[in-house]
């Protein structure tokens, strides 16, 4: 069925890793239905068959599971926000629109472990008692479309989706959608305008999807990652996958190391990780044994941590809001002392300017004048009282934006600017140098990035 | 009412219906939240971040327009924390605007230039290159200046909501995110111009007005449309006796900001070069300029002489005077010329609706109830080609409280996008295919039924049975096709009835009749074209004309007295659903006089002017509201601009119906009768061509 299709990873895992939303990641044609089925697939979805919604939603509840597209939000209350008895129907949506800058960890669970996602969908729709999902998937990751119709047409065959699945009188569709490449469509309500075929620009709020989501009606919409962990609270129990992590934070998680580290990739580590291991035992350490400088903890909407922020820090959501930080998607960007933090300040509201939808002023408008003057700043044009208006002009925009993408500019270029506002002033007379051309998420300096792809 | 929500504002305590939003709340406090993308009756957006106020227990500043008040709330809008948000707001919208204010058309009326005087800063602090994107031409009417637009979406909003068009949306994203026509480079669409009157900056521009004038260089005139029977008030801007311009923006009358694009633009025809400014007369064979008293006494001499003789004379009347023009003329036909042959083009069966309602006076819709009632059946008419404000009206009804709407029409029209049911019915059907829809129309708590010319005679009195069998309150909108055919009836310009439907109880002809009389000595047509098309068979008939244009009638004519158009006298008019509202001058044109005048100056000249009264607007108005049933209507409602509706008749109408006779001419939106000939914007939109 599938092309014989060699396994990710060919090495051990890190012995500091916990293996479970990556089991399968080792196996030969792990994205087939049979090597799902031989390792495990589908198990929990048999056994949430036995159990009640109340019963579902309860695990979850238990398994301190939190979203893990960024906000963090408690995946079980969210399962038990939608209106259940709604007479309207009911949809599940999965986020697969990955495109927080420094994550990665959704394109591997669909392209090594489809059915994985499919089975958390199903078993989140028998919680919610939905009859279709959509899975929105991210235009660049097109060919992902392709091995997910093609997990989506085995689960059929074998009837794990279509009517009366298993005999048991249920009735599950499962689509894929593509977007068209736009990062705003990860945000939950743009998303669900795209789906809808509309311009992917986000909805008022309230209500939240899970009253009035696709189509006007109930939603469920969380992460790929989210989904895919739902199975393993089915099979361990919540309490189980809560013991995983840490207090109110419960299970593994994927976390996508980028940056200045000798081991970049991505590895399954536990809730409330140190950081300080994720980097030099995990990660393999900083090449050229460099000392760390700056350290993202969940893709480029997060403030920005300094070294010495990052002492004691553990990976959790509560942690990381205790240093003024988000947990975010788990994309750890890992900076060196030879960044140019101006460039990466630059870097980011490229992004962010590029990526906005235009739909409300400050961001729109925001985005594009920072996007300016870091410009300027990193061509040696920054005029001192600017440096301060930078933040200012970030924090016109915090907080007042139509939508979080507003926030996650600025949040970044605030933290920047603030804790390194002496780089800002070294750049002022400095002589112009080569802008780069847009490229792989962050800029780096001289010498050219050691770590990254390796 | 009890459940009313307490929550103050700025420290003062109000109430509210539970599910107000801040803005609106505050608004009717009389506190000012600025705002650009919220807009009455439109959706919610969210969108430009204008109206962030204060509440406590909330960490975030909150936006006033999507936000509902709840008890005990606290709101502030005088804080520094919203000052300064406001202010940011607005740096960032002008870091790439153009400030081209110098030349921009909105320059004085601009939304943005009053948010920046009262909320921005004084200086800027954006020293980059700005976006810029170079002008558009989306139609002869519509024009778009990118690097201007704020993107509040009220534009795509009106189009798409309002008008049921949809033809705009936006494209791009982030900083070049921009509003685009649906046809990519150009617009194919309503033309209303409503995109451009409701856009708060100087972005889309009409090709009517721009770079024309600064606003404050015009008086404004509020009158109302002469084109369709609707009977829209529009605000003409007015500079050096020239009118400018024609909105709404003050949204008085019946139509609120509501115009369609013969109303905004089409009145053009004014001063259109073919204008008479002269009378004529025929002089072997010619028709040549003559001085008014020449003309008159011509006229006056003929009109005595057949009069002594006894011979015949014939007078048609128009759908767009005014009802003191009609009125008089009528007065003039019956008491100077004694005759009764007094007719007008019909175009819809209203003395069947008033015969078969027995004087219900309950029964006749107004503009406004299309706005309100639970359920509309449209029978026989394409309401938004023929006639766009029932259309919009019916459509906000549907937007704002749901509204069910039926439709039974021979093709597809615009309703059927919002109708519970759109059915199509055989040519001739309506009424059997209407009886299918019963079921559903028992269910309806009231309904109004809105019908064209086919309904007429026999039908209309099955319509109001069938109405009345529903056991609900039930109104009726009889479509007409002019702005003041419905006056024209009212009056009594047909020969079996005076004004207000009373019989006439003598013998007349009919328009068709009257051309066919080979005996007929004198023709006085005042207003409209019966000799378009068809001819006249008396061929030694002293023909006298008033009207604006040498139409094919005038060129017949042995007389030509140049008419002023609506736009340049005084008067009133009646709307489609009975509604009197009052026509005000905006503009002289040289040598021109209202119809009244010179049917005044007619009965001077022959001496018969005492018999007839004083040709004013204002006294003949006068004997109208004293006279004629039903128009004793508030005068101060009139005076102030106001709509009041006529209850014509008061029992069974006393005289044949007629409906062989009605026959609506059907104008689209880019056609409007001889008048809509000289319009230049109605034959410069694409749209206008392309419709026969
Ligand atoms: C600008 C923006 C982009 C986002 N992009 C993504 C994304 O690519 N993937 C994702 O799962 N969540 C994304 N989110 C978060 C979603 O809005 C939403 O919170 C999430 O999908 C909910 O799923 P979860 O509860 O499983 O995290 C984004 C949010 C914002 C504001
Ligand atoms: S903050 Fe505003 S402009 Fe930016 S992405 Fe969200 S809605 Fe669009
Ligand atoms: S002119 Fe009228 S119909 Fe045309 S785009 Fe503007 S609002 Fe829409
Ligand atoms: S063109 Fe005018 S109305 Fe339309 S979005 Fe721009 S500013 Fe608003
Ligand atoms: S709807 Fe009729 S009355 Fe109103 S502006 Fe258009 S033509 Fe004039
Ligand atoms: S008026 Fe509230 S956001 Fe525009």
Redo the contacts with the bound molecule.
């Keep these: 069925m599938f092309a014989s299709h060699p396994p990710l990873f060919s090495n051990p895992p890190h012995p500091r890793e916990v293996i479970m939303l990556s089991k399968r990641f080792r196996l030969p044609n792990s994205a087939s239905i049979d090597t799902f089925l031989a390792h495990g697939g589908y198990r929990s979805f048999r056994k949430a068959l036995e159990m009640t919604a109340d019963e579902i939603i309860a695990e979850v509840k238990t398994s301190n599971l939190r979203g893990r597209g960024g906000a963090g939000f408690p995946t079980g209350l969210k399962m038990g926000f939608v209106p259940r008895n709604s007479p309207k129907p009911k949809y599940i949506v999965v986020n697969a629109d990955e495109s927080e800058p420094g994550t990665c960890k959704d394109r591997l669970l669909m392209e090594y472990d489809p059915h994985s996602l499919l089975e958390g969908m199903l078993i989140a729709a028998r919680a919610i008692d939905a009859k279709k999902g959509y899975i929105y998937i991210r235009g660049e990751y097109r060919y992902l479309i392709h091995i997910l119709d093609r997990a989506i047409e085995e689960a059929y065959r074998h009837g794990y989706l279509g009517r009366n699945i298993l005999g048991t009188g249920m009735d599950f569709d499962a689509y894929t959608h593509s977007g068209a490449g736009a ?2 469509c990860g ?1 939950e309500s ?1 998303l669900l305008e795209s789906l809808e075929g509309k311009r992917g ?2 909805r008022i709020k309230p209500p939240f999807p899970a009253q009035v989501g696709a189509f006007q009606c109930p939603t469920m919409l969380s992460n790929v990652e989210t989904f895919c962990s739902i199975p393993y609270i089915v099979e361990m129990g919540g309490k189980a996958y809560a013991d995983l992590g840490v207090e109110k934070a419960g299970g593994t998680k994927l976390t996508c190391l980028t940056g200045h580290l000798n081991k970049p990739g991505v590895y399954e580590l536990p809730l409330g990780f140190p950081v300080d291991q994720l980097i030099h035992d995990v990660g393999g350490g900083i090449p050229g044994g460099r000392k760390l400088k700056a350290f993202i903890p969940g893709g480029s909407s997060c403030p920005v941590l300094t070294a010495k922020e990052c002492e004691g820090l553990t990976m959790d959501y509560d942690a990381m809001a205790k240093r003024g930080t988000m947990l975010g998607s788990g994309g750890v960007v890992v900076m060196d002392e030879s960044t140019d933090m101006v460039k990466v300040a630059l870097r980011i509201m490229r992004f ?1 300017q590029h ?10 408008e925001g ?1 594009t004048w920072l996007r300016k003057m870091l410009q300027r700043f990193d061509e040696g044009l920054g005029r001192r009282h600017e440096i301060a208006m930078i933040g200012e002009l970030a924090k016109n ?1 915090l907080g007042r ?7 996650a ?1 600025a949040l970044p270029t605030i933290s920047i600017v603030e804790k390194f506002y002496d780089e800002f002033e070294r750049k002022l007379n400095a002589v112009s140098a080569p802008v780069p051309a847009p490229g792989p998420f962050p800029v780096l300096n001289d010498p050219p990035p050691l770590g990254v792809g390796r | 009412m009890a459940n009313l929500v307490k929550f103050t504002i700025d420290g003062r305590e109000l109430e509210a219906a539970p599910g107000t939003l801040v803005i609106d709340a505050a608004k009717r406090a009389g506190i000012e939240i600025p705002a650009f993308c919220y807009y009455e009756g439109l959706s919610l957006q969210g ?1 430009c971040r204008m109206c962030m106020v204060e509440v406590e227990r909330m960490p975030k500043l909150q936006t006033a327009c999507t936000l509902p008040v709840a008890e005990g709330m606290v709101v502030r809008t005088d804080t520094p924390q919203v000052a300064q948000a406001r202010k940011g707001t607005l740096e960032f919208l002008l870091t790439n605007h153009p400030l081209d204010c110098p030349v921009c058309d909105k320059g004085g009326e601009c939304e943005l230039q009053d948010m920046v005087f009262r909320y921005g800063a004084g200086e800027s602090r954006f020293t980059e290159i700005k976006h810029h994107v170079d002008e558009k031409q989306w139609s002869p009417v519509v024009y778009f200046d990118a690097p201007r637009c704020i993107l509040c979406y009220r534009c795509v909003r009106v189009c798409d909501e309002g008008m049921g068009v949809g033809a705009l949306g936006v494209v791009n ?2 900083v070049v995110a921009e509003i685009a026509p649906n046809h990519g480079d150009h617009l194919e669409c309503d033309e209303c111009g409503m995109c451009i009157d409701i856009c708060p900056v100087g972005a889309l521009t009409s090709g009517a007005y721009r770079y024309k004038t600064r606003p404050w260089e015009m008086e404004h005139v509020g009158t109302i449309c002469t084109h369709c029977s609707n009977g829209c008030r529009t605000t003409l801007g007015v500079r050096n006796n020239q009118i400018i311009r024609g909105n709404n923006r003050d949204s008085s009358g019946i139509n609120g900001e509501f115009l369609c694009i013969k109303g905004r633009y089409a009145f053009d025809f004014y001063d259109h070069p073919d204008r008479l400014q002269a009378p004529l007369m025929k002089v072997n064979g010619k028709l040549e300029p003559v001085s008014w008293s020449q003309a008159l006494a011509a006229v006056a001499r003929k009109f005595s002489d057949v009069k002594a003789r006894g011979g015949n004379f014939g007078v048609i009347g128009s759908n767009r005077t005014t009802n003191e023009e009609n009125f008089y003329l009528q007065k003039f036909a019956r008491q100077v010329l004694g005759t009764n042959n007094l007719d007008h083009r019909r175009s819809g069966d209203i003395v069947s609706l008033l015969d078969a309602l027995h004087g219900q006076q309950t029964a006749l819709a107004t503009t406004a109830d299309l706005y309100q009632a639970k359920a509309v059946v449209v029978i026989s008419a394409d309401l938004a080609l023929e006639h766009p404000l029932l259309s919009w009206q019916i459509r906000a009804n549907w937007r704002h409280h749901a509204a069910h709407v039926y439709v039974v029409t021979t093709e597809p029209v615009r309703e059927d996008k919002y109708s519970v049911n759109a059915a199509r019915c055989a040519p001739g059907q309506e009424l059997e295919t209407l009886q299918a829809l019963r079921p559903q129309l028992v269910d309806e708590p009231e309904l109004i039924f809105v019908f064209g010319d086919t309904i007429k005679g026999e039908k209309v009195r099955k319509l109001v049975e069938f109405g009345a069998s529903l056991g609900k309150p039930v109104k009726y909108v009889c479509l007409v096709d002019y702005a003041n055919s419905r006056g024209a009836m009212d009056m009594g310009l047909t020969p079996e009835l005076l004004p207000g439907y009373r019989a006439s109880g003598m013998p007349g002809l009919t328009i068709a009749e009257m051309l066919a009389a080979e005996d007929l000595d004198v023709l006085w047509v005042v207003g409209a074209n019966p000799l378009a098309g068809a001819s006249l068979a008396a061929r030694g008939a002293f023909v006298v004309v008033q009207d604006l244009f040498l139409t094919e009638t005038a060129q017949a004519a042995d007389v030509v007295f140049p008419a002023c158009s609506a736009y340049e006298k005084n008067g009133t008019v009646t709307n489609v659903t009975g509604e009197v509202q009052r026509l005000k001058r905006a503009v002289q044109a040289m040598g021109t006089k209202p119809d009244l005048e010179i049917i005044g100056l007619l009965a001077r000249e022959m001496g018969e002017a005492a018999q007839l009264g004083p040709w004013s607007a204002d006294k003949v108005f006068a004997e109208i509201r004293a006279t004629v049933p039903g128009y004793n209507v508030p005068l101060p409602v009139i005076l102030t601009g106001g709509a009041a509706q006529t209850s014509p008749v008061n029992g069974r109408v006393e005289a044949p119906a007629r409906p062989e006779l009605i026959r609506s001419a059907r104008n689209g939106l880019f056609s409007s009768g001889t008048l809509g000939r000289y319009s230049n914007v109605l034959h410069s939109v694409l749209e206008g061509r392309r419709q026969p």
């Design positions: 990062y705003e945000e743009a620009v986000p962010y990526e906005s939808c235009g739909w409300c002023i400050p961001c729109r985005t925009m934006t139509f939508c979080a993408l507003g926030d500019a | 969108a994203r982030g």
